[in-house]
């Protein structure tokens, strides 16, 4: 692309009255050699048709220093073949100034270090325009829309009708020979509409009908999925007898002959990785994005001894008596153990969330209904009942029968034809013992994953997604802002296996899953990413020739993106890419790159500040910024004037796992005084927009401060922080503090050569 430049300055939302936009535009002229305009509204009607009119006269690359990028961006976007860069200049440069005392001006050097900042921006802006080039879309040769739901209890036959309603082709697989999972088996629902008082009846029978009489779904029942290969838009999926047991192979290893062939394609092409070299089964099925809803099983409770579980006939699990309850067989008098009590004391079954407690006062009502003498005995730590079936829950209080009390139960034992509960610490302060014919224990719901075999990846990096170790075995979504999604691009799970859920939640969570896998398969046919950057139409590239096998972008790439063959030269999967720039930050080789972001392009931008050479008040300190949560925290510190150090100079990246640490090095090498990387947290709580994104940019700082002690620079030069969008009101500490330790350390050394 030739490209034509032009850059223009706002001068409104106080730009213009704390910056000197005449300076700035002959900066922009002079260093930069762009032509620059000034408007007083860019993002009005008059201020985008200057620059429309531009374009009309062959403007194709424009660069706009007004407010955040995150913001108006339908205001200040052009079109697809244009290419737009802007300037932070309101949150991050005017709003970074906390408020002078009242009647009070501005200081004359906070002016001038105002200005100066603002030009430093400008000048990285204009140099990301010049490195910057246009993207073209990666598209599949052919594209299969089909969406296999995996699983057909109330989450997968809601997921499949869903989809097919949406006018697309679904694949219901079911391992069972009958539909409707575990909630085939239930007598009663939880109520959905007001007055929210009164159990209704189990709607799985009408989805059955449903899924069955529509003619875009077709069904396989019997079998279970024995592997998924491919990436969205081209999964090849083949079936087993449910049941049957297979030796899974591993990824197949490429042939020497074929081998060399791919030697020989890569010289000739360094891109020649983003084909495939590895063959699909020509018997397997082909679907382009599958919803996990392969549902769960009832926690295992035999580990409490103390509650007979295995041991008395009548103890059974909250399932069990669902069972008997449809059956029509149901007790007179019943005991409902919602916690484990004994020396667990104020925990949980496992995988409970709120669901046993409404399942308590569902299953006590049938006690109640089904005998004229009923009684049920809820015995609990923690009642929930969120939303509105606490009007359910006020409404099961009413029943005569029924008896609840906070209760830590300690001893479950056979007694003269009865089972005797004894109970300590219930509300009345008193011990408490039961006789009853049956004890429920509320098992929690624990999620069929990979160890039960439902679904069997041929990834790189395994066969599961579940390998975060975060989430109690539960599909590995990013359970905040991408509830639905797993690890690998084009797998979305939903109802037990995402987490313990109600009917009503499973049947909004399949919603969801099954528009997530509509949204992968349009994405996909665009050529472009999904979630979280979605629309992003770049993908990485490789320069193969100087590739050297080290298999760090195959090992650290967090959505099994890449394949390798068997020298470990990656093979890309661009479909399954999530456009992290995970496996850019890993590579020592800087061979991997995006047409708008790529080693050369941020190591121009950090070469782009200008570092005064003998000011001890004017130092630099570069801080690479998260996009996802601290960008946008950054711009929150300056809507709210808290007052950021002129010394810093920041630069948004996709992920910290993207920053590759030659840009560490080239800053520091280059004069800057420090360096920073600002990040999403990680650890129990993991909320990384691309998984382990902040851990590994961490762990690469750990490593980098021996290489500056050998360069004679301090280690403490650079550091590694985190930072959730909501801590906004933490940022300037933060910063300010390690501008106070970089400042006693004084100048960079190697400032002027």
């Not at 300055?9 to 032509?35: F, N, P, R, T, W």
């Not at 990285?124 to 296999?148: F, G, H, S, W």
């Not at 009548?314 to 020396?343: L, R, W």
């Not at 139409?537 to 590739?547: D, G, N, S, V, W």
Request: charged content about 25%; some cysteine.
């Amino acid at each position: 692309m030739s490209k034509t430049y032009g850059a223009y300055l706002c001068s409104g939302c106080g730009i213009g009255d704390a910056l000197d936009l005449e300076a700035l535009g002959g900066i922009v002229k002079k260093e930069m050699g762009m032509e620059c305009k000034t408007h007083a509204c860019l993002c009005g009607n008059e201020g985008r048709s200057l620059i429309e009119a531009d374009i009309q006269g062959g403007i194709n690359t424009v660069v706009i220093g007004a407010c955040s990028p995150r913001v108006m961006t339908r205001e200040f976007d052009f079109g697809d073949d244009k290419i737009t860069v802007r300037a932070n200049l309101r949150e991050q440069v005017i709003w970074t100034e906390a408020k002078p005392a009242e009647g009070k001006e501005p200081h004359k050097e906070a002016i001038a270090f105002l200005n100066e900042t603002a030009a430093d921006y400008m000048r990285m802006a204009c140099t990301r325009a010049k490195k910057t080039e246009l993207p073209e879309p990666y598209k599949l040769e052919t594209i299969n829309k089909t969406i296999m739901v995996m699983g057909a209890g109330i989450a997968g036959l809601t997921a499949a009708n869903e989809a097919a309603a949406a006018g697309y082709e679904v694949l219901l697989v079911e391992k069972e020979e009958k539909l409707g999972g575990k909630a085939a088996g239930w007598r009663k629902s939880f109520p959905t509409k007001s007055p929210w008082t009164d159990l209704e009846e189990n709607p799985v029978d009408a989805l059955i009908q449903k899924v069955t009489t529509n003619s875009k779904i077709s069904i396989k029942t019997g079998i279970e999925v024995a592997r998924i290969g491919g990436s969205p838009g081209n999964f090849a999926v083949s079936f087993k007898a449910a049941g049957s047991k297979t030796e899974w192979d591993a990824p197949a290893k490429v042939g020497v002959d074929e081998q060399e062939q791919i030697d020989k394609g890569l010289k000739e092409d360094p891109n020649a990785g983003l084909q495939k070299y590895t063959e699909v089964d020509p018997q397997a099925t082909i679907v382009g994005s599958v919803v996990l809803a392969t549902g769960w099983k009832p926690a295992d409770v035999s580990q409490f001894e103390h509650l007979g579980y295995g041991r008395i006939k009548n103890v059974v699990t909250n399932a069990e008596f669902e069972q008997m309850a449809k059956a029509g067989k149901v007790p007179a008098n019943v005991a409902f153990v919602q916690s484990p009590g004994g020396a667990e004391n104020d925990n949980d079954f496992p995988y409970c969330n709120s669901v046993t407690s409404m399942v308590a006062l569902k299953q006590a009502q049938y006690v109640c209904n089904d005998n004229a003498e009923g009684k049920a005995y809820i015995l609990y730590q923690h009642m929930r009942t969120p939303g509105h079936m606490e009007l359910f829950y006020k409404s099961t209080q009413q029943y005569d029968g029924i008896f609840m009390t906070k209760a830590n139960v300690m001893k479950v034992e056979e007694s003269g034809g009865k089972i005797s509960v004894s109970a300590e610490n219930t509300l009345l302060g008193e011990d408490l013992t039961l006789d009853v014919d049956m004890v429920v224990l509320a098992a929690g719901m624990e999620p069929v994953t990979l160890y039960e075999n439902s679904i069997n990846l041929a990834y790189r990096q395994g066969p599961a997604f579940s390998d975060l170790g975060l989430f109690d075995g539960y599909a590995d979504s990013h359970f905040i802002c991408f509830p639905y999604e797993t690890r690998r691009t084009g797998v979305y799970t939903c109802g037990g296996v995402r987490k313990a859920e109600t009917i009503e939640e499973a049947i909004d969570d399949a919603t969801g899953a099954a528009l997530k896998a509509i949204q992968c398969l349009e994405s996909t046919d665009r050529g472009v990413s999904v979630h979280p950057r979605s629309g992003d139409a770049t993908y990485p590239e490789f320069f193969m020739q100087r590739c050297t096998q080290c298999k760090r972008c195959t090992e650290e790439c967090p959505f099994g993106a890449l394949d390798d063959d068997a020298k470990g030269t990656p093979l890309p999967n661009p479909t399954r890419c999530r456009r992290c720039g995970t496996c850019m930050g890993a590579c020592p080789e800087r061979i991997i790159g995006f047409k708008d972001y790529n080693i050369d392009l941020i190591g121009s931008m950090v070469k782009a500040v200008e570092v005064p050479e003998d000011d001890e008040d004017r130092l630099r300190i570069i801080v690479f910024a998260c996009e996802n949560d601290a960008y946008p925290a950054l711009d929150m510190a300056g809507m709210n004037r808290l007052g950021i150090n002129h010394m810093i100079r920041f630069i948004p990246v996709r992920c910290l796992g993207s920053v590759n640490m030659a840009w560490i090095r080239d800053a520091l090498s280059a004069g800057m005084d420090g360096a920073m990387l600002l990040g999403c947290t990680y650890g129990d709580d993991y909320q990384c927009h691309f998984v382990k994104g902040s851990e590994i940019a961490n762990k690469r700082m750990e490593n980098i401060g021996d290489t500056l002690s050998s360069l004679g620079l301090e280690s403490e030069r650079c550091a590694a922080e985190q930072v959730a969008i909501t801590d906004y009101y933490k940022i300037p500490q933060i910063l300010n503090d390690f501008v106070e330790r970089i400042v006693e350390m004084g100048p960079n050394p190697f400032k002027g050569f």
